[in-house]
């Protein structure tokens, strides 16, 4: 009997598979859009149009259930397209809870989605499982999101109490790991029913493309509706882009594990610093869901840090325009460190704090990136 292997050899092997005509160990891409039939009317290549399924898409897809611990996997054309796909699959009047602090662009799809009358909506604090009991609805919650950790704060959500609490009432929970990957999280063990990622982030890694996913714990109807969601609104990935996400799924678990051992020294090292006023890390003690994310995570607590500068907003502004190494730009999850004044950003309303700045920690040596922040904080 073989060995079990673990997910760093598949990941490395991308599973391993040989492209049987050569027998090349990169795959090649598919860029055709049709597929020819036999004189019965029938594909004998499994395939008929690109908007349904690409060949391309097969190995990453097969990769991303095998590290997820997932029956299926579906690739999108963006992060975005993966999480309105899965809203998409509600009927009207469905009643979704999420919680107060996520990625803003969701958030504003659901805010957009409630207001036309399309699903109700409440938002609860993130991993406030009283606040979440209050506002369930059993037989009518259909869906539960989670994001942990929570983008921009770094929030914890306890994902099998969530589980526990959404099952018993007739609920789905749908987590967005994309800032724990399945190197650190695999929500799909501690009970959610869908994990979505927005692969733009870490599963690709090089910042080069726009791309997300789907992975479920089973293959039901709703995943069936999902599918063919995908299909109607031709959301799909385009064959380069699957094929440049398989490629950086190979190094997944080295990019990720150096990410986070960067970010857990320079939350440690902003911790200490006189002109920090707070540091938002999981991986530090002082972090509300510490305990909770020792326990849910495995190998360290990703890649991005948020902290507050003392002196406000302005500070924040001034300690962007002094970095050198971390690019004032957008995204998370490269290997390149990025910094973001986030609230300018979401805009009016946002319940991010007005001085909050947000690290994507790169691969970069750490003591570079230590010595950038402390020059620009002074
Ligand atoms: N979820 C999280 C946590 C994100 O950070 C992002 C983008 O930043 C998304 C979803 C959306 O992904 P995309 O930009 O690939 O559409």
């Given at each position: 009997?073989?060995?079990?292997?673990?997910p760093?050899?598949?990941?490395?092997?991308?599973?391993?598979?040989?492209?049987?005509?050569?027998?090349?160990?990169?795959?090649?891409?598919?860029?055709?859009?049709?597929?020819?039939?036999?004189?019965?009317?029938?594909?004998?290549?499994?395939?008929?149009?690109?908007?349904?399924?690409?060949?391309?898409?097969?190995?990453?897809?097969?990769?991303l259930?095998?590290l997820e611990g997932?029956?299926?996997?579906?690739?999108?054309?963006?992060g975005?397209?993966?999480?309105?796909?899965?809203?998409?699959?509600?009927?009207?009047?469905?009643?979704?809870?999420?919680p107060?602090?996520m990625y803003?662009?969701?958030?504003?799809?659901?805010?957009?989605?409630?207001?036309?009358?399309?699903?109700?909506?409440?938002?609860?604090?993130n991993g406030?499982?009283?606040?979440?009991?209050?506002?369930?609805?059993?037989?009518?919650?259909?869906?539960?999101?989670v994001e942990t950790p929570a983008n921009p704060t770094l929030a914890i959500t306890d994902i099998r109490?969530t589980?526990?609490?959404?099952?018993?009432?007739?609920?789905?929970v749908v987590c967005d790991s994309t800032l724990s990957t399945p190197v650190l999280t695999k929500p799909l063990e501690l009970?959610a029913?869908l994990v979505m990622h927005s692969a733009?982030k870490q599963l690709?890694g090089?910042?080069?493309?726009?791309?997300?996913a789907?992975v479920?714990?089973?293959?039901?109807?709703?995943?069936?509706?999902?599918?063919?969601?995908?299909?109607?609104?031709?959301?799909?990935?385009?064959?380069?882009?699957?094929?440049?996400?398989?490629?950086?799924?190979?190094?997944l678990f080295?990019r990720v594990r150096?990410s986070a051992?960067?970010a857990q020294?320079?939350?440690?090292?902003?911790?200490?610093?006189?002109?920090?006023?707070?540091?938002?890390y999981p991986g530090?003690?002082?972090h509300?869901g510490h305990?909770l994310a020792r326990k849910q995570m495995n190998g360290g607590f990703g890649p991005m840090v948020?902290?507050?500068?003392?002196?406000?907003?302005?500070?924040?502004?001034?300690?962007?325009?002094?970095?050198?190494?971390?690019?004032?730009?957008?995204?998370l999850g490269?290997?390149?460190?990025?910094?973001?004044?986030?609230?300018?950003?979401?805009?009016?309303?946002?319940?991010?704090?007005?001085?909050?700045?947000?690290?994507s920690i790169?691969?970069?040596?750490?003591?570079?990136?230590?010595?950038?922040?402390?020059?620009?904080?002074?």
């Open positions: 009997m073989k060995a079990a292997r673990h760093e050899t598949f990941a490395a092997q991308a599973l391993g598979w040989t492209e049987p005509t050569h027998r090349a160990l990169v795959p090649p891409i598919h860029p055709s859009a049709p597929y020819e039939r036999d004189d019965t009317g029938a594909y004998p290549g499994g395939h008929s149009y690109t908007r349904d399924q690409n060949p391309t898409y097969d190995q990453v897809e097969a990769l259930a095998e997932g029956k299926g996997s579906l690739v999108f054309a963006s975005m397209a993966a999480a309105t796909t899965v809203f998409e699959t509600l009927c009207p009047g469905d009643h979704v809870i999420a107060s602090m803003w662009t969701i958030r504003g799809w659901l805010r957009d989605l409630a207001d036309r009358g399309r699903i109700e909506l409440d938002f609860v604090e406030n499982l009283e606040a979440l009991e209050q506002n369930i609805r059993p037989g009518k919650t259909r869906l539960v999101w109490a589980a526990d609490i959404a099952h018993a009432a007739g609920a789905r009970g029913d733009t690709n090089h910042s080069d493309v726009l791309a997300g789907l479920t714990k089973n293959e039901d109807e709703v995943w069936e509706r999902a599918r063919h969601e995908r299909g109607y609104r031709g959301a799909v990935l385009g064959p380069f882009e699957a094929w440049l996400l398989l490629r950086g799924l190979r190094t080295l150096a051992a960067n020294l320079i939350a440690e090292r902003l911790a200490g610093h006189t002109s920090v006023a707070e540091v938002m530090l003690e002082s509300p305990e948020s902290f507050r500068p003392t002196g406000g907003a302005a500070a924040a502004r001034s300690v962007v325009s002094k970095l050198e190494l971390f690019r004032n730009a957008t995204s490269g290997v390149e460190s990025l910094v973001e004044h986030r609230a300018p950003v979401e805009g009016p309303g946002t319940p991010v704090p007005p001085d909050l700045l947000r690290l790169g691969i970069e040596h750490a003591e570079d990136l230590l010595a950038d922040l402390e020059r620009a904080l002074g």
